[in-house]
């Protein structure tokens, strides 16, 4: 079973950027469609980017669209985030996935291993 670890997350100032990471384990890597979300206090949690099974394809939620970027590095098992231009809305735990073999991108259902994740906060 495939295990996800977080990291990079921590205290910024509206401006600032960020770069999450995202350690996989226990599995094939290459082979998964990954997803970041982020979920704020009180907060449903809400879908910020993926990538499709083959990695051509990306998404990204129209709050973060222009500012942020997912890549990752298949020999490292490793999702990234590239935060940019950090603004107070965007203080959440950000959470890592691997997706499910169908549905959306876009809810978290669809999506079956999570990791921990890690805090951002946005603040002067």
């Known amino acids: 079973q495939v295990q996800l670890v977080e990291s990079g997350g921590g205290l910024a100032q509206p401006g600032d950027s960020l770069r999450l990471s995202c350690t996989a384990s226990?599995?094939?890597?290459?082979?998964?469609?990954m997803g970041w979300f982020r979920q704020a206090p009180g907060k449903e949690r809400d879908f910020v980017s993926a990538?499709?099974?083959?990695?051509?394809?990306?998404y990204y939620s129209d709050s973060v669209k222009g500012r942020f970027t997912i890549s990752r590095d298949n020999a490292k098992n490793t999702l990234y985030l590239q935060v940019n231009s950090l603004k107070p809305e965007d203080t959440a735990v950000y959470y890592c996935?691997?997706?499910?073999?169908?549905?959306?991108?876009?809810?978290?259902?669809?999506?079956?291993?999570w990791g921990q994740g890690t805090q951002v906060t946005v603040s002067s």
């Open positions: 996935a691997v997706r499910g073999n169908s549905g959306s991108y876009f809810y978290a259902e669809n999506y079956h291993v």
């Open positions: 990538f499709s099974r083959s990695a051509t394809t990306t």
């Open positions: 226990g599995g094939t890597f290459s082979n998964y469609a």
